[in-house]
């Protein structure tokens, strides 16, 4: 094995045992001690209004896109009212949940990243706990519950932009019927698939709260130290989200009747 490897072998599994020990002091955190809900809907509003334009944007252009392609290639099997069914399932049981974590992670991972990396390159952190407060405690805990509990809903408004974008681009510019394309979506897209997108959603925003917080935790002394972290943190969420959906996938399949 080269020097390179053994290198991103060792950080590898670094940030991963960071990462473990980070989830274990934010649980802890969370049941021993009573979080500052004014900082938690703070961070609510900084990661959940502040991403809706982003995320509903990602969601219509989305559903309008599948919907096109779909709708190209039912249309040789005369298929066209199947078109929305199949936008719905994919966008909420995939490429909700999915898209709107990468664009999430793209804004307020970065953001986390950059926020905590530049408090611990000017000594806030340290400061911190000369006065007896953990970091994780004040820093880390508001942004990982507001994480969780933005994150569905997040989603859920994407999911619904892009199937009624999906609608207007079927019936308005391909012509589908509107009664058939409506009562196959219902038809086919069952409960499981909206479980299974809004599960994915919490593990998403948890994954992108630890590894943000994680880099900023744990930056390197200066200015290239904190884009180093802010650059990681983006990198890390993406990746993680998508090797990630992969397993949720074939789990969730199987656990869901």
């Not at 929305?84 to 991972?109: Q, Y």
């Not at 970091?135 to 994150?151: E, G, K, Q, S, T």
Request: net charge positive.
């Amino acid at each position: 094995m080269t020097s390179s490897a053994k290198q991103f072998a060792l950080e590898w599994f670094s940030g991963l045992g960071r990462g473990a020990a980070l989830c274990r002091d934010i649980f802890a955190s969370i049941f021993k001690i009573k979080p500052v809900w004014r900082d938690v809907l703070y961070q609510m509003y900084f990661i959940g209004v502040k991403s809706q334009s982003v995320v509903t944007i990602t969601g219509a252009f989305t559903g309008m896109v599948l919907c096109a392609q779909t709708y190209f290639q039912f249309h040789k099997v005369k298929m066209d009212t199947a078109t929305l069914a199949v936008v719905s399932v994919g966008m909420g049981s995939e490429l909700g949940p999915v898209l709107t974590s990468l664009m999430v992670a793209g804004r307020v991972g970065a953001a986390i990243a950059a926020e905590l990396g530049t408090m611990r390159v000017t000594e806030q952190i340290d400061a911190l706990r000369t006065l007896a407060t953990h970091p994780v405690d004040f820093l880390v805990v508001p942004r990982f519950l507001a994480m969780l509990l933005v994150m569905p809903l997040l989603t859920a408004g994407s999911v619904v932009v892009g199937i009624f974008a999906a609608f207007l681009v079927g019936v308005c510019l391909l012509g589908i019927n509107p009664t058939y394309l409506w009562y196959n979506m219902i038809h086919y897209t069952n409960m499981d698939d909206v479980m299974t997108g809004m599960i994915k959603t919490f593990v998403f925003g948890g994954i992108i709260a630890v590894i943000a917080c994680d880099k900023g935790l744990n930056c390197p002394q200066g200015a290239e130290g904190v884009g180093r972290a802010t650059t990681e943190a983006v990198v890390y969420s993406s990746i993680t989200i998508l090797i990630s959906n992969f397993f949720l996938t074939l789990v969730l399949n199987r656990l869901l009747p």
